[in-house]
């Protein structure tokens, strides 16, 4: 309640400092970066039709685990996103969702290669298509794309996540509102604190009171909630991620996304350094003293916004 309230009158000061987190950190055995580096390319599918179509999205991770699941409809600058690599959920981990009594759903293409010992998986999440968005991104239609894999886009993504739109909007409606291939114009840095280690002691350290007040975020032994306040928005809004529970030992990368809103997100350190790239490794040489002051809202270099 007391960081939604920080959020809400706008400027805030990190209750600790860099130095601080770091230390902490450290004395976990986890690492620490100044930053990443990013360049990433995304397959984006919006409908921008009169009549609005409604969908279930279920962000599926690769070990199975839902990250969000809600509704979804369509309309002009509102989409739908994955990456523009393929992944794959193994036939034991789709398990939960090739039994249920409808299917897997539009994201698990089991139907594909049904004996196979895994699937295809769409992992897709909502994103505002706003003018920031476009103007980030260079967009391409897969029919100008003479080497989808050279460009970063890979054929059976492409594949995969047609068929997915197809499952959730029918085929006519992604032949009339193609898939467009995004990549990202600039590479980017950004210089917040990044932290690395093991699911459970990521989990353990985020438990601390003040490292949930450094990032902003509410946790419990099964992920964290967390808060952001998006530029010329009143009230803040708030994203929950979940720990894959069966993996103690994956390495996961805790770190802060900047644009629109600043928010702390998590995600596996095998999927991270695959568009990612960390900066300086903080250590006990390096000197800290940098003090962060956030102010919310605030302008900053025009990103795109997800949900």
């Known amino acids: 309640f007391v ?5 809400i009158f706008g400027v805030q000061r990190r209750s600790i400092s860099d130095d601080t987190v770091v230390a902490k950190a450290l004395t976990k055995g986890l690492q620490v970066f100044r930053g990443y580096k990013e360049s990433c390319y995304r397959l984006v599918y919006e409908n921008t039709g009169k009549v609005a179509m409604t969908t279930q999205v279920e962000t599926i991770l690769p070990n ?9 409809q369509t309309k ?5 996103m994955t990456f523009g690599y393929p992944q794959e959920i193994t036939k034991a981990d789709a398990l939960r969702y090739t039994k249920r009594d409808d299917g897997p759903g539009n994201f698990i293409h089991n139907d594909d290669a049904p004996e196979s010992c895994a699937y295809p998986l769409v992992q897709v999440w909502t994103v505002n298509t706003t003018r920031s968005f476009w103007n980030e991104f260079e967009i391409m239609n897969v029919n100008e ?14 594949q995969a996540f047609q ?3 197809e ?35 990521v989990g353990a350290f985020v438990m601390n009171p003040d490292m949930q007040s450094y990032f902003r975020i509410s946790a419990d032994q099964h992920g964290f909630k967390a808060w952001s306040k998006p530029r010329g928005k009143w009230f803040p809004r708030a994203k929950r991620f979940q ?4 993996e103690p030992d994956e390495s996961y990368v805790l770190y802060t996304r900047t644009g629109n809103s600043d928010m702390t997100c998590m995600m596996k350190r095998r999927q991270f350094v695959r568009e990612k790239t960390f900066l300086t490794k903080l250590g ?4 800290l003293t940098t003090q962060h002051t956030v102010e919310l809202p605030k302008e900053r270099d025009p990103v795109f916004e997800l949900d």
């Open 3 to 7: 960081l939604v309230v920080k959020l």
């Open 64 to 72: 199975g685990d839902v990250e969000l699941e809600h509704e979804f």
């Open 76 to 80: 002009k600058g509102r989409g739908l």
């Open 145 to 158: 794309i003479q080497d989808p894999t050279r460009r970063g886009f890979h054929l059976v993504a492409i």
């Open 163 to 165: 068929k997915s739109m």
């Open 167 to 201: 499952k959730c909007f029918s085929s006519a409606e992604v032949d009339k509102y193609p898939i467009k291939c995004c990549r990202m114009k600039d590479a980017k840095e950004n210089k917040e604190l990044v932290v690395v280690g093991p699911r459970s002691v």
């Open 243 to 246: 720990w894959g529970l069966r």
């Open 284 to 287: 006990p040489e390096e000197e």
